[in-house]
């Protein structure tokens, strides 16, 4: 296609990516205070706090006239982009699908599918260590000082953490997904494991929101876990394709 219907097409589908963005984000502004409530539960208990009256929960704080309308709208925006994972998914490899052959089209297809349920465990684990994690950033603070955390700052915080535990356990769909498009052989993936490793590690040293050991080390574990899963699932790949090779070239 000529550039300027490339551009047509990438305007369409990012204009339903943000459709279905919008729409999802309406859930986020319904249930705010659930929603709220969840991501608050590491560092007080803000349903018991909101029961009994309370004048504070925790270290937690809003801060300014327009801080409560602030918060409520980027906790809607942020459910969107959760909740409408697998739309804007799909609107990315609709756009790139026309380069791709019939074979490409069916395994990014796949991609797509193992993709979100992939995000939604990372996200999830990323959320189970974050009491673990905010415990060992607490422990940090002066026993003579208070540490009033904004609800702004904290939800950054909560929100980092989830996006990267997600992305990260994106690493075998990635892998699997170029092995069965014949990127990427199974013994190209597993042949430099120590470069893998090291690399992993410094992902999770670089981009993971807190600085904590503990939580580095919750996230490399795993990661390494599913990159050598991922490199065994190719190799499998690769000898049933060369088995399917040599019965074709037998004429079985």
Request: aromatic residues 12%; charged residues 15%; contains cysteine.
């Amino acid at each position: 296609m000529p550039l300027l219907e490339h551009l047509r097409e990438l305007r369409k589908r990012v204009v339903r990516s943000a459709a279905a963005i919008s729409l999802a984000a309406i859930v986020g502004w319904v249930y705010y205070t659930p929603i709220i409530t969840t991501l608050a539960k590491p560092v007080c208990d803000l349903k018991t706090a909101q029961e009994t009256g309370a004048d504070s929960c925790g270290a937690l704080y809003i801060n300014g006239v327009l801080g409560p309308l602030n918060l409520h709208i980027k906790v809607a925006i942020l459910t969107g982009l959760l909740l409408a994972a697998p739309i804007w998914l799909y609107q990315l490899w609709a756009f790139i699908a026309p380069a791709l052959h019939k074979k490409e089209k069916r395994n990014s297809i796949l991609f797509i599918i193992a993709a979100t349920p992939f995000f939604s465990v990372g996200a999830y684990f990323g959320y189970t260590i974050l009491p673990l994690a905010i415990r060992v950033l607490f422990g940090f603070t002066p026993e003579a000082l208070n540490n009033l955390v904004k609800f702004d700052d904290y939800l950054d915080f909560v929100t980092r953490t989830i996006f990267f535990f997600g992305l990260g356990f994106q690493l075998p769909v990635f892998l699997v997904s170029l092995n069965l498009i014949g990127a990427l052989s199974g013994k190209g993936i597993l042949r430099p494991w120590r470069i893998w490793i090291f690399a992993i590690t410094l992902f999770v040293a670089g981009f993971t929101p807190s600085p904590d050991p503990l939580s580095m080390i919750a996230l490399a574990v795993p990661l390494i876990a599913l990159y050598f899963l991922a490199g065994l699932i190719s190799l499998a790949n690769d000898r049933r394709r060369e088995k399917k090779a040599l019965r074709a070239d037998s004429g079985d």
